[in-house]
């Protein structure tokens, strides 16, 4: 519909179109387009600080032009081809990389090392201690940790004191209860099972103990 009123509205925007163009060329002066009050009042406080201000930009200002021709720029730099064929012929046995598609992606955003230096880490291994201490704080010490990775047990300390993994929670709602993930929820299920069997046990024992006691003759 849109398009329809277009094409009919088209010649009446076009009558007559090569003599208003004349009448607008024609004229002495354009008139300048309205300003804002802000504008306005900016241009009415320049005035009243520096009343010569529009004599000023219409003259040429001859100091500032001798600076802008004093001003250049000499390069006494190589090309960048040069130095990148001469960083080639340096290291034959490392050529520039040729593969120019897509970097592929590693599951923590960077390539692992193959090989880990003694004292260091990676970030899958880190993770990996972070949550085994959080799950067994009393089985996976600093300390073994320090010896299985190879590492300071004091930078140890530090990792397992400042960083944790994290620990989802979802509050519940109508249609699904609250859900929790993380090592302590995970600690949780571990151990669960563990204590209840203690517990039975305990439970047990205090039964047995009640009912012999029960039985001896007063």
Known sequence: MGALVSRALRPLKSFNIENRAHRVISKEKPEVAPRYPSTMEELKRVQEIDPEID?????KDVELDQRLKDVYV??????????TKEKREQRPDRPLPQYRGAVPDFDFGLMEPEK??????????????????????????????AYEYKMKEE?????????????VYVPATKQSPALYAGPTKLREQLYKPKV?????????????KQAQIKNIPS
């Open 155 to 167: 930078d140890i300390e530090n990792i397992l004191k400042y960083f944790k993994t994290y620990e």
């Open 116 to 145: 880990v230096p003694y004292g260091k880490t990676t970030l899958r291994h880190a993770i990996d201690f972070i949550s085994a201490h959080q799950v067994n704080p009393e089985e996976v010490t600093a300390a073994k940790i």
């Open 196 to 208: 209840k069997e203690i517990e039975d046990k305990n439970n047990t024992e205090n039964e047995n």
């Open 74 to 83: 000499t390069s006494y730099g190589r090309p960048e081809d040069d130095v």
């Open 55 to 59: 004599s000023k930009l219409d003259r």
